[in-house]
């Protein structure tokens, strides 16, 4: 198959290794956008008042088919952070209550899990799951292990930021109903990464993003609820929405999507990302991405004097994965990867461990990774010692 990496608008003289972090967005993609936008601007009047609903509702069917869950039970919003905020800020969560999740959940969402825990009296129970994880039985045994009389909700991502693994969320689901557990879950990395049906998973919440795997502009993230549970979910900002006197759509799309003055160009580029999804073959190129994770994972660790944090397997591994290293200090390395050497990839602490996690996109070549093998061995990162596994 044929180059890609000219159809994205990134910096040639990068080596960008970090497409976990906010993703790329293809030219025709990012020119379906700025198209929206001047529209918007062309006539503000009749496209914020009809045209905008008429496109809304065209990319989230389009997105529903591919999510496969009904366009009327999500709706957009700017990040899985506000997401998740907004969730928790409705549930109405009482002093001793518990909501568990583990020790692998992203910063910003600790972060919001902590802030909640201490305004509303609640725990946030963040249970530790072992690695190297070798089994889904090892991750639900570890993870129930934190289940107790208190326990309300259920946070957990679907795929981990800093180290990068799948975690069996269908499984977490299926249990939490039977213990009548809320679940919130944080797919930020899975639309456009791995299959994903979002009715077959079975949660109250899930949140995801299309600027990460999925290709879209930046900004650009859904919100499903599931209807039971819809009129648990306040809106964030009350407006126009709530309560008004011409009802155009289903309460709960009503307050969550009137939301005043906003730019939704993101949002409407959906049918524009599925067009470039097929006529660049993604799939395909992505399957070949999955397989260079799976051959080069253990190849990189073997370099760097560690072993993988996980049974190198599609069960936990899709187009990243992370590498335990040590070193004392993880921003200088980064810094000098990216200044001094041309290679974007982030370095990151979770806890005592520091990895380095590769994201392997489309757009990259095996020059990359053997580009960043020479620079690794010149840096001389590791004082050879294995990290924390
Ligand atoms: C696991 C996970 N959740 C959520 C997010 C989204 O973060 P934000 O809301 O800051 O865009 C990320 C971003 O990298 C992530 O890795």
Not at 323 to 345: G, M, N, Q, V, Y
Request: glycine fraction near 4%; charged fraction near 25%.
């Amino acid at each position: 198959m044929n180059d890609i990496k000219n159809e994205f608008l990134l910096d040639p003289d990068v080596v960008f290794l970090n497409h976990g972090s906010y993703g790329s967005c293809p030219r025709p993609v990012f020119e379906d956008y700025q198209r929206w936008q001047r529209a918007l601007e062309f006539e503000p009047i009749q496209f914020i008042s009809k045209k905008r609903e008429e496109a809304l509702l065209i990319s989230k069917t389009a997105l529903a088919d591919f999510l496969h869950c009904d366009r009327n039970d999500f709706f957009m919003i700017q990040n899985p952070t506000t997401a998740v905020n907004q969730v928790i800020r409705s549930l109405d969560l009482k002093p001793g209550d518990e909501v568990l999740s583990t020790d692998h959940e992203y910063g910003a969402m600790d972060k919001t899990f902590e802030f909640y825990s201490r305004k509303k009296g609640f725990v946030f129970r963040r249970q530790p799951i072992s690695l190297p994880l070798l089994t889904r039985e090892q991750f639900l045994d570890d993870f129930w292990k934190g289940c107790n009389e208190r326990t309300r909700v259920i946070f957990l991502g679907h795929c981990t930021s800093a180290t990068a693994l799948r975690f069996p969320v269908k499984e977490v689901c299926a249990k939490a109903r039977e213990l009548g557990l809320v679940t919130i879950i944080d797919g930020a990395h899975i639309p456009g990464h791995f299959p994903l049906n979002v009715t077959e998973i079975g949660a109250d919440v899930y949140t995801g993003t299309l600027h990460k795997w999925l290709l879209s502009p930046k900004g650009c993230t859904f919100l499903y609820v599931d209807k039971k549970f819809q009129p648990r979910i306040e809106p964030l900002v009350i407006s126009w929405g709530f309560e008004p006197d011409i009802p155009t759509k289903p309460k709960f799309l009503e307050e969550n999507e009137i939301q005043g003055t906003r730019d939704i160009s993101a949002y409407l580029t959906v049918p524009a990302i599925l067009k470039f999804f097929e006529d660049f073959r993604m799939p395909e190129r992505q399957a070949a991405c999955r397989r260079t994770i799976l051959e080069q994972y253990p190849i990189f660790c073997d370099l760097l004097g560690t072993r993988p944090i996980c049974r190198v397997s599609p069960e936990f591994l899709g187009q990243m994965c992370s590498i335990p290293i040590s070193t004392k200090d993880p921003l200088k390395l980064k810094e000098a990867l990216i200044h001094d050497h041309r290679i974007e990839i982030p370095v990151m602490q979770d806890g005592n461990s520091v990895y380095l996690r590769i994201s392997y996109q489309v757009y990259n070549n095996p020059g990359d990774l053997e580009y960043l093998k020479k620079t690794l061995e010149k840096l001389d990162i590791m004082p050879r010692a294995l990290a924390s596994v």
